[in-house]
C-alpha cells in the first residue's frame, strides 16, 4: 500500500450573475449566435477603454462574506499576459497581489466528519472566448469572452478525490443560495482546475500538476483519483515528475499533458492601467451581509431542531434553495413538516427530474404544498391520491387550481365512514374465503391481499388504516 498522501487546492471559476460583462454592456446571455454578444471593447480593440461593471464586485463581495472572507478595503486589477486565440487583446484583466476578498474558510462534511479548507482569495477577473473544434476546423466564440468571473482559490487542504467532490458540491450550494451564479457547469458558469502533488508524512510537498477546467462534480473527482493514481505509479517506479498543465479527458478517463507549467512571472503581471482601484466601504460591505439568505448549514440545524426532521431528511432539502424555500413556506404554515418533506424528497423531485425542470421551475408554490399535505394529514385524502394531485399539479391544464379544487375535481376524497368501509370488508372476506382461512390458520401477512381488494373495491378511496383495523376485527371473531 502507497504511503504517498495526497495535496490537494483547488481553482474554482464561477460565472456571475450579472447581466452585463465585466468591463462593457454586452450580454452575459448564454447560448446566443456565435460571435453576437460582442463589441470592440470586449474586444480589446485599440481606442476602447474598459468600465468596470460595480455589479460584479457586489457579487464577489457577497461570495467572499457567504465564504467567511476578509473584504479588502483597497483592490486593484492587473494584466495578465498570454497569448491564445480565444483572448484577442493578448492579456487578461485579473488580480494578482490585492484581490477584493481573502483568507476564508468553506467547511465540508464527508462520512459524518467535518473538515475546514481554507480559501486563500476570491478575485474577479475576465472570462476568455471559447474554442469549438470539430469537421476539420477550430472556430473561435467570443460570446463569453469578457463575462465577469470570481476565482475561488482554496489552500492546498483537501486530501482526496471525495474531499473535492465535497467542496465542489458545498461550494456550489452556497453560490446558489446567495444568488452570485448560476453555477451550470453544463453551460460553463463553474469550473475548476485541480492542483495535486504527493509526498510523505511530514516532509515537503511534491512537484505539483494542474488539471484544467473540469467541468462537473464527477468529472472533478474521476480526475483527482487518476491524477493520484498516476503521480503514485511513477514515483513508486523511480520516475520522475514535472510541473505541468493537464487536460482531463472525461471520455477515455485520462488526462495528458497540454504544456510544461508556467510559472507566475512568465504572465509578465502589471496593474491595470485603465481601471481604476477598487475602494470598498465597511459601510458597503455590511449593506452586502444584510442580504445574505440564511446558508444551507444553517438551514439543516434549523430543521433538526425546529422540525424533528432527520439528517437525511434536511440534507436533501437543502441541496436546491428554492426546494428549501418551498418546504419553508409550506411549514410555516402550519402543515405537518414530515409529509411536506416526504412529498418534495419523493414525488416532487421526481417529477422535476422526469420533466426536465428546475426546481425554480416549479409551477405551485408552498401555500398549495401545505393545503396537499394538511390534506393527507387529516385524511380528507389518502397518500396516493396526494400523489396523484401532485402530478396533476404539474399539468398547464391546472395552473392556478389548488389542491383541494382538483380533489373534487377528480373526486379523490378518501372514504373514511366506519359502516361504508365495513362492507366492503364484509364482501372482500366473503369472496376470498380461502385467503380469509390464511389469515385465522395463522398466516397473518395474507390481511395485506385482502386489504388490497378493499382498496381495490373503493377506488382506492377508502382509508388503509381503518380497511386493516376493521378486517382485523372481523377476521378475529
Not at 131 to 148: F, K, P, Q, S
Not at 299 to 304: F, H, P, Q, V
Not at 394 to 423: C, H, M, W, Y
Not at 442 to 457: D, E, F, N, P, R
Request: proline share 5%; charged share 25%; with cysteine.
Amino acid at each position: 500500500m502507497s504511503t504517498y498522501q495526497p495535496v490537494i487546492g483547488l481553482e474554482v471559476h464561477a460565472e456571475l450573475a450579472a447581466e452585463s460583462k465585466i468591463y462593457c454592456g454586452c450580454s452575459t446571455a448564454f447560448g446566443g449566435e456565435e460571435n453576437t454578444h460582442i463589441c470592440p471593447g470586449c474586444l480589446g480593440m485599440p481606442g476602447t477603454l474598459p468600465l468596470l461593471n460595480r455589479k460584479v464586485v457586489e457579487l464577489c463581495v457577497k461570495a467572499g462574506l457567504a465564504l467567511n472572507c476578509k473584504i479588502n478595503p483597497y483592490s486593484r486589477q492587473d494584466r495578465k499576459h498570454y497569448f491564445y486565440p480565444d483572448l484577442p487583446k493578448g492579456f487578461q484583466i485579473s488580480q494578482l497581489e490585492l484581490p477584493v476578498c481573502y483568507d476564508g474558510y468553506l467547511d465540508i462534511e464527508l462520512a459524518g466528519q467535518r473538515k475546514r479548507i481554507r480559501i486563500n482569495r476570491i478575485h474577479i477577473e475576465e472570462d476568455a472566448g471559447k474554442l469549438i473544434h470539430g469537421a476539420g476546423e477550430t472556430r473561435v466564440d467570443l460570446n463569453r469572452g469578457a463575462a465577469g468571473l470570481i476565482e475561488i482559490v482554496s489552500e492546498p487542504d483537501l486530501s482526496g478525490p471525495d474531499e473535492v467532490y465535497a467542496y465542489m458540491e458545498t461550494l456550489r450550494q452556497v453560490l446558489l443560495y446567495t444568488g452570485v451564479s448560476n453555477c451550470k457547469m453544463e453551460e460553463g458558469a463553474l469550473r475548476c482546475d485541480i492542483n495535486i502533488s504527493l509526498h510523505h508524512e511530514g516532509e515537503p510537498f511534491g512537484v505539483r500538476t494542474e488539471m484544467k477546467n473540469l467541468n462537473s462534480l464527477s468529472a472533478a473527482r474521476a480526475a483527482a483519483a487518476y491524477e493520484i493514481k498516476r503521480q503514485t505509479r511513477i514515483l513508486e517506479e523511480g520516475g520522475e515528475l514535472f510541473q505541468a498543465t493537464l487536460r482531463w479527458d472525461d471520455d477515455k478517463g485520462e488526462n495528458y499533458v497540454m504544456r510544461v507549467k508556467e510559472h507566475a512571472e512568465e504572465y509578465y503581471y502589471f496593474p491595470e492601467p485603465d481601471v481604476m482601484p477598487i475602494v470598498i466601504s465597511q459601510e458597503e460591505v455590511e449593506t452586502i451581509r444584510a442580504s445574505l439568505p440564511e446558508m444551507p448549514e444553517a438551514r439543516r440545524r434549523r430543521y433538526r431542531e425546529q422540525y424533528n426532521l432527520s439528517d437525511y431528511d434536511a440534507g436533501i432539502l437543502t441541496v436546491s434553495k428554492a426546494l428549501s424555500d418551498l418546504f419553508d413556506r409550506a411549514a410555516e404554515t402550519g402543515a405537518p413538516p414530515k409529509i411536506c418533506a416526504n412529498f418534495i424528497m419523493g414525488d416532487i423531485i421526481r417529477l422535476l427530474n422526469e420533466k426536465g425542470l428546475e426546481a425554480e421551475q416549479l409551477p405551485f408554490g408552498g401555500a398549495d404544498l401545505a393545503e396537499l399535505a394538511t390534506l393527507v394529514s387529516t385524511g380528507a385524502i389518502s397518500s396516493s391520491a396526494g400523489s396523484k394531485v401532485t402530478e396533476l399539479l404539474f399539468q398547464p391544464v391546472n395552473a392556478g387550481k389548488s389542491p383541494g379544487e382538483i380533489v373534487k375535481e377528480q373526486n379523490l376524497e378518501q372514504v373514511s365512514d366506519d359502516t361504508a368501509i365495513r362492507d366492503m370488508c364484509r364482501d372482500v372476506i366473503e369472496q376470498n374465503p380461502k385467503i380469509a382461512a390464511d389469515y385465522r390458520g395463522g398466516k397473518k401477512q395474507a390481511i395485506s391481499a385482502l386489504v388490497g381488494q378493499v382498496m381495490k373495491a373503493s377506488q382506492g378511496k377508502a382509508n388503509p388504516g381503518m380497511v386493516n383495523q376493521i378486517l382485523q376485527e372481523l377476521l378475529e371473531v
